[in-house]
């Protein structure tokens, strides 16, 4: 009995041992070939590349690399989006404030970017006004923000990825410009727009649709004709455009409200959509227009004034106080060059965003490797396991977010590079092989 006793401890002692040994190897191992990355690859070289890795499951950090170094985060910034309305905006997107008095209804804009906008579900804000009896009067609230962001660079005016912020979005601050097979005259939506654009009548020279910087006049080069797709133009918006194109879209008549006398007393609030609608928009496809509408929104319901850097001092204040190192935050869409960020303070904002969330939640809300969204085309695996946030701006490539392991584990990672000057799908590569291997050995 002793003998068996005996033997029987040791054989638990020597299972413990070669336990410990190989999951120390397998680290080492995994770490090694990170390490090796790093080093050997050009993409990396000559670039400047910082990785964060925690695992939620262990409840430590398991691998750095330049994780204190500061980078440009790009579309990674709204991150900080998604969390300042997970802690502000609660379950519905306001869509507009309005007062009943006698026989009109006042009404202004939250920031809501839902109100026609072609990527999202029809919202209540045209049903609201269209079965209104009251005559209809539009009152701009204290919107002080400027169009474009700090930082943003002036000539992207034109470009779908650059529109203007606003107190009360419609058709998403942009018009779709297509040209149907054989037309010399290309369709414009909304239609209100149609009068607007003409062929081109200078010798400048460019492809597609352009928009005069400071008008709403747009123009088509001769050979727009051969494009398949649809092309999105950002619209120069203003009070005015907004209330005629409610007049056109509603057919009734909006007045335009500017006495300050007319400030509202008790005023209600008419919500559209279920949050997670914008949030899904703003992370798969990387929406700047959501991501900055959404720190408006925000702003309005902490200090009933429109102005981004309200959302963003509160939440640094309130919320981000405890990060790792201090981000230099300043927009919510990451257009700005001025934004900067480490990778340990993303992965400790996907620690506190996975407080608020379930992982389930997240992971249906971001850009999923081989399946959706900007991940659509990268990382594919047979299943699933990276669910992050894309950034890209020249020369800047951040991918920051969840993975989930094969052992089942769920690791928050935040991988940042700038400066790097190979090609960004060569970038990427290397990237997955490093991902892959946090992926196999955790």
Known sequence: MV?????????????????????????????????????????????FAGLAVYD??????????????????????????????????????????????????????TGDPSFLNPDLQESKIAEFLRNRSETLY????????????????????????????????????????????GAKVPRVSPGIFKDSIGPVTTSENFR???????????????????????????????????????RDTLQKEVVLLQDPKSQFRNPKTLYSLPVDSIYRRMMEVSDNFIAEQILL??????ADTLK???????????????????????DGSGLSRYNLVTPRTMVALLRKIKAEAPVERLFGLMATGGVSGTLKNNYAAATPYIFAKTGTLRNNHSLSGFLRAKSGKILAFSFMNSNYVVPTS?????????????????
């Open 297 to 302: 929104l925000a702003a309005g319901k902490i």
């Open 208 to 246: 597609g649709v352009r928009r005069e910087m400071l008008s709403n006049k747009f123009s088509f080069d001769q050979n727009t004709s051969q494009r398949s797709q649809p092309q999105q133009v950002p619209v120069k918006y203003s009070p005015e455009l907004l209330v005629n194109i409610l």
């Open 308 to 330: 981004t850097e309200i959302a963003i001092a509160h939440m640094l204040e309130n919320h981000l106080q405890d990060l790792p190192d201090e981000p230099q935050w300043v």
């Open 56 to 109: 939620l499951t262990a409840g430590k950090m398991i691998y750095e690399h330049n994780a204190s170094k500061y980078f440009t985060p790009a579309s990674n910034i709204k991150l900080f989006s998604l969390y300042t309305g997970l802690k502000i905006l609660g379950d519905s997107v306001p869509a507009l404030k309005y007062e009943v008095r006698g026989d009109s209804v006042i009404f202004k804009g």
């Open 138 to 181: 539009y009152f701009p609230p204290s919107f002080t923000e400027k169009y474009f962001g700090p930082g943003w660079s002036w000539d992207d005016y034109n470009s779908y990825y650059s529109v203007e912020r606003s107190s009360f979005p419609v058709y998403g601050n942009r018009i779709s410009v297509e040209f149907p097979a």
């Open 426 to 442: 060569e970038l990427k590569e290397n990237m997955e092989v490093i991902l892959k291997q946090l992926y196999e050995r955790n």
């Open 3 to 47: 003998s068996k006793f005996r033997i029987s401890r040791h054989t638990i002692f020597l299972f413990f041992f070669l336990s410990f040994l190989f999951l120390l190897f397998s680290s080492c191992s995994s770490t090694k070939i990170i390490d090796r990355t790093f080093k050997k690859s050009p993409s990396f070289e000559q670039g």
